[in-house]
């Protein structure tokens, strides 16, 4: 067993007009920038047409039947743990990403997770719900996540000025070195005693 952590970046609104590839992309890079020996890989929800959940069970009670479910799966095993940017969708996470967490079970438990929220207010109850839905899970969500909100997020939002990243950068790297850290820490516990 490799002991280096692979981590995904999950892109978790499938819209065309979202806005997570600015700030996903932003995240990959100073991601990779400040933990080398990490790797971080974007994943993104709208390369897999996910049905809505409609399977006997999770799957950790019985196989899941899709194809589409299936090959989800296989791809949420690769990694030791996981950074969802989300938005904020009426105080929550977006149906898309909550479909996704549904399709698979055994594959996210006992990894660690974090968020990279935008939003008016910086995605915070999304944010909180996520955690909630990665207890159940048997994830381990981590204390730091980032927050682009109110001026920031105006800042980078086609609802607003559609600025670079760069011009909030200064804003955010504390929260985004605080999350990588966890994610280091609770990546090598949790994959240490998966064995």
Same mark, same amino acid.
């Given at each position: 067993?490799?002991?280096?952590?692979?981590?995904?970046?999950?892109?978790?609104?499938?819209?065309?007009?979202?806005?997570?590839?600015?700030?996903?992309?932003?995240?990959?890079?100073?991601?990779?920038?400040?933990?080398?020996?990490?790797?971080?890989?974007?994943?993104?929800?709208?390369?897999?047409?996910?049905?809505?959940?409609?399977?006997?069970?999770?799957? !950790?009670?019985?196989?899941?039947?899709?194809?589409?479910? %299936?090959? $989800?799966? /296989? &791809?949420?095993?690769?990694?030791? +743990? =996981?950074?969802?940017?989300?938005?904020?969708?009426?105080?929550?996470?977006?149906? !898309?990403?909550?479909?996704?967490?549904?399709?698979?079970? %055994?594959? $996210?438990? /006992? &990894?660690?997770?974090?968020?990279? +929220? =935008?939003?008016?207010?910086?995605?915070?109850?999304?944010?909180?719900?996520?955690? !909630?839905?990665?207890?159940?899970?048997?994830?381990?969500? %981590?204390?730091?996540?980032?927050?682009?909100?109110?001026?920031?997020?105006?800042?980078?939002?086609?609802?607003?000025?559609?600025?670079?990243?760069?011009?909030?950068?200064?804003?955010?790297?504390?929260?985004?070195?605080?999350?990588?850290?966890?994610?280091?820490?609770?990546?090598?516990?949790?994959?240490?005693?998966?064995?």
């Amino acid at each position: 067993m490799s002991n280096e952590l692979k981590i995904a970046i999950i892109l978790s609104s499938t819209r065309p007009t979202r806005l997570a590839d600015k700030p996903a992309q932003w995240f990959l890079g100073f991601a990779k920038a400040q933990h080398p020996e990490i790797s971080f890989e974007l994943v993104d929800l709208r390369d897999y047409k996910l049905p809505f959940f409609d399977e006997v069970a999770s799957n !950790a009670w019985a196989p899941s039947q899709s194809p589409e479910a %299936v090959k $989800w799966q /296989k &791809k949420v095993a690769e990694f030791d +743990g =996981y950074i969802f940017v989300t938005a904020e969708y009426n105080h929550s996470i977006t149906g !898309a990403l909550k479909n996704a967490l549904d399709q698979a079970y %055994v594959e $996210w438990a /006992k &990894k660690p997770m974090g968020a990279v +929220g =935008y939003g008016g207010l910086g995605a915070g109850r999304a944010v909180e719900h996520l955690r !909630a839905i990665a207890v159940e899970l048997q994830m381990v969500p %981590v204390r730091n996540a980032v927050h682009i909100g109110g001026g920031d997020f105006m800042a980078i939002s086609p609802l607003g000025a559609n600025g670079e990243m760069s011009e909030i950068a200064g804003h955010i790297e504390g929260s985004a070195k605080a999350l990588l850290a966890d994610i280091a820490w609770w990546g090598a516990a949790t994959k240490a005693a998966r064995g």
